[in-house]
């Protein structure tokens, strides 16, 4: 039976857990190794890292914070953001990763996510799509959501799928740390347009709108964040709560 | 008490070493015949594609020396790709040819699963028809969850090495086989919480009788 993730997601800039809003704003809220381990602590089904500033300079602070997270947290951890070519991703699943998250680098050079899963294999992979509503569609954006793409968020989905990678994490700018719902219409369009996992990111604000988006876009996981990190609930609860809604989850 | 994890540079290994870690033992990561040879215990990991991970094992000459392990009656665990690889053959890519060392084939989830692919969730495990007591389940119930992340099953040619099933869209699967000393869990223990350290310290225990 498949069951619901939930995935506690966990922006870093520099050595700082950072919380924004349309991941603008950041501002800094914690510590990301104790971070990880109460949420591990509480039941969490995955972590996910996310370099906000996919930072030049500082690569090496992730890195240590990732390896010292793996001592004690034991489910699966990804990393992403500035993920730029093959020696990014050994050093990150050397540290402990066991997959990571790529956008901006994909959309310049979709021939990297081929080689990447190559090397890697899909399960290694999860390919970023970051939009933003316009009108009648969604445009991809790159570089933490400081940029245009021009490329359509659809579009850019499919090609992640074709290039083989193992599953999507979709972030709607627009929802992301607002704490109102998700944009379904956009999950949902995405996990219709494909075949493999979708995880679900931005505008959780309560256990409703997360099992209200599961019931309209079934999507496999979501990735949350503010409600954790501002303590609006526990994952417990959560799960509680998730449970009573008739969602299959680990308990 | 020593056990040996296999490092033929594919998978995650440093993630196995620091679950086991939470035992008081020596772990050590090797590819030495000697080394290996001389643990008590040998780890099997991989993650990726079947027929990359084979020619790796291949180059270090580890078919070999797995085959001299065994048979000193010591026991193996394969997590994974690295379980996968302990049968005959695979359909990943055309027909890769295994280990050999559990009769049985490795073929993709069939086309009638009625779920996404990879299988990537939290699952749960049903009894084959064993007890689990005292083995590599030990205290492990059929509501506990452990993290899988595969495309591909294993098919033991013998029932009797299944010892326990695994659900994913109304697909019955291996998920966990033995033969005497030779052990393969799908998921991974060492990304399965709590949980999966259990298993873990279960396969040192049987290390240590």
Redesign the interface.
């Known amino acids: ?3 619901f ?1 939930l995935i506690g997601r966990i922006d870093i800039n520099n050595e700082n857990v950072v919380k924004g809003k349309c991941l603008e704003g950041l501002r800094k809220i914690g510590n990301p190794e104790e971070f990880a381990s109460k949420y ?1 602590q509480s ?1 969490i ?1 995955e972590l996910i890292f996310m370099d906000a500033v996919a930072s030049l300079y500082d690569r090496n602070s992730l890195i240590k914070i990732l390896k010292e997270t ?2 004690k947290v ?3 951890i990804t990393i992403g953001g500035g993920i730029r070519n093959l020696d990014d991703i050994q050093e990150a ?6 997959k990571v998250a790529i956008n901006s680098q994909g959309l310049r050079d979709i021939k990297f996510i081929k080689d990447a899963v190559r090397s ?5 992979i999860i390919g970023s799509v970051v939009a933003r509503e316009f009108r009648y569609s969604w445009e991809a954006f790159l570089d933490n959501a400081k940029h245009r793409s021009g490329v359509d968020a659809i579009d850019w989905a499919k090609s992640l799928e074709d290039a083989g990678v ?2 999507i994490m979709v972030t709607s700018i627009d929802r992301d740390g607002r704490m109102k719902g998700f944009d379904c219409k956009l999950i949902k369009t995405i996990t219709e347009s494909t ?3 979708i995880i679900a990111s931005g505008g959780a604000g309560n256990a409703s709108d997360i099992s209200s988006m599961i019931d309209k876009t079934n999507c ?1 996981a979501v990735a949350i964040s503010s409600l954790l990190h501002y303590k609006h609930t526990s994952i417990e609860k959560l799960k509680d709560s998730l449970s009573k809604e008739g969602i299959q989850i ?2 | 008490m020593k056990i040996a994890i296999i490092d033929y540079s594919i998978g995650n290994v440093q993630s196995i070493f620091n679950a086991l870690s939470c035992n008081d033992i020596e772990i050590v990561i090797t590819s030495d015949k000697n080394i290996i040879l001389d643990s008590d215990a040998l780890i099997f990991p991989g993650v990726g594609a079947y027929k990359r991970a084979m020619s790796e094992l291949n180059k270090r000459d580890l078919p070999n020396i797995l085959n001299d392990f065994i048979k000193t009656g010591k026991p193996v665990l394969g997590i994974c790709l690295g379980m996968q690889l302990l049968l005959e053959t695979s359909q990943e890519f055309g027909v890769s040819q295994g280990l050999g060392l559990i009769n049985g084939k490795v073929i993709k989830f069939p086309k009638e699963t009625k779920g996404k692919l990879p299988h990537v969730s939290w699952n749960s495990l049903s009894t084959a028809s064993f007890n689990w007591e005292g083995g590599l389940l030990d205290g492990i119930t059929e509501e506990d969850d452990f993290y899988f992340v595969h495309t591909f099953i294993c098919q033991p040619s013998d029932p009797n090495n299944v010892l326990a099933y695994c659900n994913y869209g109304d697909q019955k699967f291996c998920a966990v086989m033995q033969k005497g000393n030779i052990y393969g869990c799908q998921f991974h223990p060492e990304k399965s919480s709590k949980i999966g350290l259990r298993v873990l310290s279960n396969f040192i225990k049987i290390a240590s009788k």
């Open positions: 039976m498949r069951k993730r591990y039941g089904d793996c001592k034991f489910i699966p699943l050397n540290a402990g990763a066991d890697y294999g899909s399960q290694a193992g599953e075949k493999i996992p496999d680990r308990r």
